[in-house]
């Protein structure tokens, strides 16, 4: 039966691998060796912090005559279910140095409004009761704490231009909306980048994603799709993320230029309400 992916059973697992390189008499360096892999991630395994990729586990059996005890036991991260991965994201969006967003339909989570987040749970399918949009508020606005000093981590955002077109919550909403964007912008509290239409296709169409560094642990990437979230943790899979990140970048317009642009469309808005 597939062991459920917790900090608990990634705990346990991180454990039996100490014991076991311990057992062998071999130091996480000696292992890292003979395993193909970094002391740092395997250190951060042992301490429960990362679960290894499949082929990790098989090298780490291979290695300490396991007899294919890591493979079997491996935490494993089942259907993606967004609520579990969104959380294991929050967490880890708290810790992060940096961040690297990019939103292709709606505005990040991070950067919402009261009113912009409120029309978005109120959206949401199945229907929240007003309790329930209450207290996903309230946690949302308290994520975005982390922008009311310098020790927050360094953000960039990378919005497609489609995220400042749609009327979300009508044209005050979005106007409110976009000028928080540009005073977070103005404040030095993020860097922004909007894609223009004009780009066309690019190679984050396939849908959101944020990456995070930290000090004390490997990057990691949090995509989402409908009724879908996860945690990316293996080291190829996170890197062609911010690969894409970046060459999406390339092609954005600069920090200076994306803040006048969404102040323009703020503009629109507020012309639009005033009629």
Partial sequence: MAIEDSPESRLRYGEELRSR?????????????????????????????????????????????????????????????????FAEALELEQRATVIRTYGPKLVPGLLQTRAYANEIFRLWYPPKSAEERDALLVTRLARAQIFDDFKSPVAWYLLDEAVLRRPIGGPAVMCGQLRHIVDLGERERIRVHVLPFEVGPHVLLDGFVSLMWFDDLPPIAYVEALNFGKVLEDPFVV?????????????????????????????????????
């Avoid at 060796?33 to 951060?44: E, K, L, N």
């Fill in 239 to 275: 890197r062609d993320c911010q690969g894409r990140f970046e060459h999406a970048l390339g092609d954005s317009l600069s920090h200076q230029r994306s803040l006048a642009l969404l102040n323009s469309v703020a503009d629109d808005y507020e012309h639009g309400e005033q009629r």
């Fill in 21 to 85: 390189r311990e057992g062998a008499g071999l130091t996480q360096e000696e292992l890292s060796v003979r395993a193909i892999m970094s002391r740092t991630h395997i250190a951060h395994i042992e301490a429960g912090r990362r679960r290894p990729t499949v082929e990790d586990a098989r090298r780490l059996d291979d290695v300490l005559g396991a007899g294919g005890v890591f493979v079997r036991f491996l935490p494993s991260q089942g259907d993606g279910r967004r609520a579990e991965r």
